[in-house]
């Protein structure tokens, strides 16, 4: 299709051999039960995403007993990914949040996270190509822009119950929304898992780029843990810096049945850290194998290494747009976190369709 897929194999891939099929079929097999049983991902227009029917054979063998190597062989094609807009590709990484919260407010914990609110609304296709909006509010039945970040956090939503728990600081506020999810260490004791609920729809602004483009970060050394150093020592700055990004970001607390896994996914499956993918779903089925041949900084003082790996494509991002762009999920915790901030690499993505996917496709064999 246009040049943007070419047949592959996978006994080519460097790495294959070695690699832990068990653990990406195990994730697969997470996604094969949403595809069987609910398919959402179904229910928009996936450029490279096939049918429900022609998913089914692939998932179904999923749950059979035998080697994971020899299924991903026997019921996949590979297909080299080329992207004329991004040509070498482009990687990231993103964890889950662990931070200390409180359910309830006092002089310690006092930055609340927000479930979503009643009037923010996502649009009917027609009042969202009139505004350029996906969300917000109406007023007077006409679609207009949601509250910013300030005007949320300057109290606009206060006092109408809206509070989940209450956090101690506004940046571990603010990097649990850019992740997207994220666990609380409860002064009451116990944790609580928060997971992605809805945004406000207006337009992302990255605050690392607004510090390099000011002088105030280099662009090497640009990370997350560089971005939270400036922060820490500039805390009032650091106050408008985030405000630049008027995007905001509410959740829901969720119950999640194994504690090993990460929060759910934009496909609504718990994700498998080193194994679950956020990619561009305009392109790509939740749910389809991706093999990555990228760097990541798992080295000795986290030195950029390869990283080879079959991730399952089992989330999305504001940021994640394009053919060959994904984002690794890399687990939870400061190790996590280690590796995610830093992590900005080029590489090549290949993707696994089932035969019948691919032949729906019209794709070479």
């Known amino acids: 299709m246009d040049g943007q897929l070419t047949l592959s194999n996978l006994a080519d891939l460097e790495g294959w051999d070695g690699h832990d099929h068990e653990t990406s079929r195990d994730a697969f097999r997470l996604s094969c039960r949403e595809m069987l049983e609910q398919g959402s991902g179904f229910k928009r227009l996936v450029r490279f995403g096939g049918s429900p029917s022609s998913w089914r054979s692939a998932c179904l063998s999923a749950f059979e007993a035998g080697s994971a190597r020899d299924y991903f062989e026997r019921m996949f094609r590979a297909y080299r990914v080329h992207d004329g807009e991004r040509p070498g590709g482009l990687f990231t990484g ?3 949040p662990e931070v200390d919260g409180s359910r ?23 009042d969202a190509a009139r505004s350029g ?10 679609p207009a822009p949601y509250l910013t970040r300030r005007e949320i956090e300057e109290g606009a939503l206060a006092g109408q119950g809206l509070e989940i728990v209450w956090l101690r600081d506004w940046a571990d506020a603010f990097f649990m929304q850019i992740q997207g999810s994220g666990r609380v260490r409860l002064a009451e004791g116990g944790t609580m898992r928060l997971s992605y609920a809805a945004k406000s729809g207006h337009a992302y602004t990255g605050i690392g780029g607004l510090l390099v483009q000011r002088g105030l970060v280099g662009e090497e050394a640009m990370s997350m843990q560089a971005i939270r150093a400036w922060m820490a020592a500039n805390p009032e700055d650091a106050r408008e810096l985030m405000w630049e990004n008027r ?4 959740f829901r607390e969720i119950d999640l049945g194994d504690p090993e896994r990460g929060a759910l996914g934009a496909q609504h499956v718990q994700l498998t850290p080193r194994h679950s993918l956020a990619v561009d779903r305009s392109y790509w089925m939740l749910g389809t194998p991706v093999w990555l041949d990228t760097l990541a900084p798992l080295g000795k003082d986290n ?3 390869p990283f080879r790996q079959l991730l399952i494509a089992q989330d999305t991002g504001s940021a994640i747009k394009g053919l060959a762009r994904g984002d690794v999920y890399w687990g939870f915790g400061d190790r996590a976190a280690q590796i995610a901030g830093p992590m900005k690499s080029g590489g090549t993505m290949s993707v696994l369709l089932p035969h019948a996917v691919a032949d729906e496709l019209g794709l070479s064999k």
Do not use: C, I, K
């Open 94 to 96: 993103y964890y889950e």
């Open 104 to 126: 309830s407010r006092s002089d310690e914990f006092h930055v609340p996270v927000y479930r979503r609110p009643p009037d923010l609304v996502t649009f009917r296709d027609e």
């Open 133 to 142: 909006l996906a969300y917000g509010r109406l007023a007077a039945g006409a």
């Open 247 to 250: 995007s905001f970001v509410f």
């Open 303 to 305: 030195a950029m290494v």
